[in-house]
């Protein structure tokens, strides 16, 4: 995703034209990255919302030397996303996740980008979101405990043990196949 | 493991999708808030602006109203003794000229002698008019001494309520406008030690409390805030998203000054008769007292361009570690006290300060505060008052690593 220099300027100048221009690069982006961590969806439009009046309002913050501008506004959405998350949870006990079916292992090895989400979703909720702002997004432990508002340490614990679940996800798959092989034959 | 992280990775990280969102009436309605927005914050700047602005103007005029009133006390004492000699004159002719003259020559506080009786005067309608003049003329010098400015708040309160001129928030909205924010201003990377440094005037308005006797009133009229002085540096030691916790140090001299006026009866010898007089006496003393503070405080700030506009809440605990002056004992006796007999002991302190500020640099911003403190001192050792009292501190300093 690639958002030029001139657009830059412009949304730090306020600019109308510029700001659609880098509304309209980066919309798929950051919809997907809700898709990713907002647990209620129907809420995306608002949060959307809501993430990209910040990201305007806050440009003038960005610096370049320090990453994409995509990675800046990334950054925000999902930030807007465990707002919204925390607001939920604190009247509603719910979430799609829960309700998810895991993947069939038999169909690891074809999985498509939506089946892999659907499949990671299945992974305990704590884990998941820690998991996915080290692995996909690249947040450093200190980034990630500063999103979630968690201690460093319990982040990284929740890493190593979502790494743990993946690899006896994993071993299940290996050994459903195994059993499946072992039938056939 | 880190495989299967890469190809996670790669699966998802760069998916696109605009699935689920109608992308025309959200671009519509980001517009739309962004327009809003943007009138809200210039409102509320403009409003934070004024505030601020007719808070100094408050206060300049309280600073001068207050020299003002200290130059016609003594003009309007001045006004009085010649009154007083005036009448002196047609009293008792040259000889009251003389005494009156003697009398003030001889006391350098304006010691006016006022004889009750006067073998040399065959008029006795003449000086029993001339002792009501006096009584009249001493309740005016009283009056006039210890005028206190209680309608400065009232004219502070009374600017606030001017309709407000939006052109000042056009103006503001340049001056924002023409800082070209380049630099990061992220607080999640300032965690590092930061320091800040602020001084500027201090009053202290000091209203003591007893309802049972008048001398919580006289006192009260006696003292009248006068401008001190304070300095101050705090570290912080916390910081959140729009939060931060700051520890300090204060110094501060609070001033106030003392105005009384008292009358009591005397002999003089006028042509080798002893005879009844009326001494009025005005004191006037400058109190100080010197206090270190330590404030804690929770500033919560909002960062709007290179503006930062906040607000403190904390408390603080006062070591007085100086102090000396004149107050009264009970409603005629006037006393000195100083450390030793103390007139404020130590005291706790809860304060607000809204402030503003400009990032000057990267590293340095540049702000100005209104303090206000509420103290409750307990009794003194002189009068057994307690008493409460105001604080009022704007400030100029410079917060290093904002």
């Known amino acids: 995703m690639n958002i030029s220099q001139s657009c830059l300027n412009g949304c730090l100048q306020g600019d109308r034209n510029s700001q659609k221009e880098f509304y309209d690069t980066a919309l798929p982006y950051f919809n997907a990255i809700c898709h990713r961590y907002l647990k209620n969806s129907s809420l995306r439009q608002d949060v959307l919302q809501d993430a990209f009046v910040s990201i305007f309002n806050k440009i003038h913050q960005y610096n370049p030397e320090r990453g994409a501008l995509h990675s800046w506004g990334a950054k925000i959405v999902i930030n807007h996303c465990f707002k919204q998350n925390q607001k939920e949870g604190r009247f509603i006990e719910w979430s799609i996740r829960k309700h998810e079916k895991g993947a069939d292992p038999e169909v690891m090895k074809a999985l498509g980008e939506a089946d892999l989400e659907s499949f990671l979703k299945t992974m305990p909720e704590k884990y998941y979101d820690v998991f996915m702002l080290f692995v996909v997004e690249g947040f450093s432990h200190e980034e990630i405990s500063a999103i979630i508002g968690i201690k460093e340490e319990v982040c990284r614990k929740r890493l190593s043990r979502a790494r743990l679940w993946l690899q006896a996800e994993l071993k299940k798959a290996d050994s459903f196949f195994w059993d499946m092989n072992y039938k056939i034959s | ?402």
């Open chain 2, 1 to 402: 493991m880190e495989n299967l992280e890469q190809q996670i990775k790669s699966a998802i990280a760069e998916s696109k999708s605009t699935q689920g969102v109608d992308a025309d009436l959200l671009w519509r309605n980001i517009a739309t808030s962004l327009d809003r927005k943007q009138k809200t914050r210039r409102k509320a700047i403009g409003y934070w602006i004024y505030a601020v602005f007719f808070m100094i103007i408050g206060f300049s005029t309280y600073l001068f109203k207050e020299h003002l009133y200290s130059k016609e006390d003594f003009s309007a004492k001045s006004t009085v003794v010649t009154d007083l000699i005036g009448s002196w004159k047609n009293t008792f002719g040259n000889s009251g000229n003389e005494l009156a003259q003697e009398g003030l020559a001889n006391d350098p506080k304006k010691a006016v002698y006022l004889s009750e009786k006067n073998s040399q005067s065959d008029n006795p309608k003449k000086q029993s008019q001339l002792l009501v003049n006096s009584t009249s003329i001493f309740k005016r010098s009283q009056d006039l001494s210890v005028t206190r400015d209680d309608s400065i708040s009232i004219l502070g309160l009374a600017a606030c309520s001017i309709p407000i001129d939006f052109h000042i928030i056009s103006l503001n909205e340049k001056l924002l406008t023409s800082f070209q924010f380049n630099e990061t201003n992220e607080n999640s990377e300032n965690n590092s030690l930061a320091w800040r440094g602020y001084m500027g005037p201090a009053w202290l308005d000091n209203k003591f409390r007893d309802q049972t006797t008048s001398l919580a009133d006289d006192l009260n009229k006696d003292l009248s805030v006068e401008t001190g002085n304070v300095f101050g540096v705090s570290t912080r030691i916390n910081l959140g998203r729009n939060w931060a916790t700051y520890f300090g140090i204060e110094y501060s001299n609070f001033k106030d000054r003392f105005d009384k006026v008292i009358v009591y009866d005397t002999l003089i010898l006028i042509n080798q008769e002893e005879i009844v007089a009326q001494n009025i006496r005005t004191i006037r003393q400058h109190n100080n007292a010197t206090v270190i503070s330590f404030p804690i405080v929770l500033d919560v700030f909002k960062d709007v361009n290179r503006m930062r506009l906040g607000l403190q809440i904390g408390g603080s605990y006062s070591v007085v570690i100086k102090q000396n002056g004149r107050m009264l004992k009970d409603n005629a006796t006037v006393v000195n006290y100083s450390q030793n007999e103390k007139r404020f002991y130590n005291f706790y302190s809860a304060r607000v300060t809204p402030y503003m500020g400009i990032q000057f640099s990267k590293k340095i911003l540049l702000e100005t505060s209104l303090q206000t403190g509420i103290q409750h001192h307990r009794k003194n050792s002189i009068n057994q008052l307690e008493s409460w009292s105001l604080s009022l501190m704007p400030t100029i300093g410079l917060i290093y690593n904002y």
